[in-house]
Nanobody, 124 residues
């Protein structure tokens, strides 16, 4: 069992930056792939990016590629989502998720554990 807690959300102006954190409980955190998803009001949940168990591989959705960066510190059981050059369309609740994912990383159904989400609002 893994429990995930996101933090770091807030209100930022367009062009600004935020760093989200996903802190996990449990000794086996390093065995899980971690993904980030977001959901804006009235829209479906959207894949943002994923990071491998070691942190050596990352994969991003096209809308955030080049602006967002994932990293993880397994000693601290934490994954970070650095978001730069934020746009109004990045406004959403951001969720981190963990799972034993070996394919279809952008499919939210592949992830077993979810955090409660953190709100990111980008003003234009």
């Amino acid at each position: 069992q893994v429990q995930l807690v996101e933090s770091g959300g807030g209100l930022v102006q367009a062009g600004g930056s935020l760093r989200l954190s996903c802190a996990a409980s449990g000794r086996t955190f390093s065995t899980y792939v971690v993904g980030w998803f977001r959901q804006a009001p009235g829209k479906e949940r959207e894949f943002v990016g994923t990071i491998s168990r070691s942190g050596g591989a990352t994969y991003y959705a096209d809308p955030v590629k080049g602006r967002f960066a994932l990293s993880r510190d397994n000693a601290k059981n934490t994954v970070y989502l650095q978001m730069n050059s934020l746009k109004a369309e990045d406004t959403a609740v951001y969720y981190c998720a963990a799972g034993v994912v070996t394919s279809y990383y952008s499919d939210h159904r592949r992830y077993d554990y979810w955090g409660q989400g953190t709100q990111v609002t980008v003003s234009s």
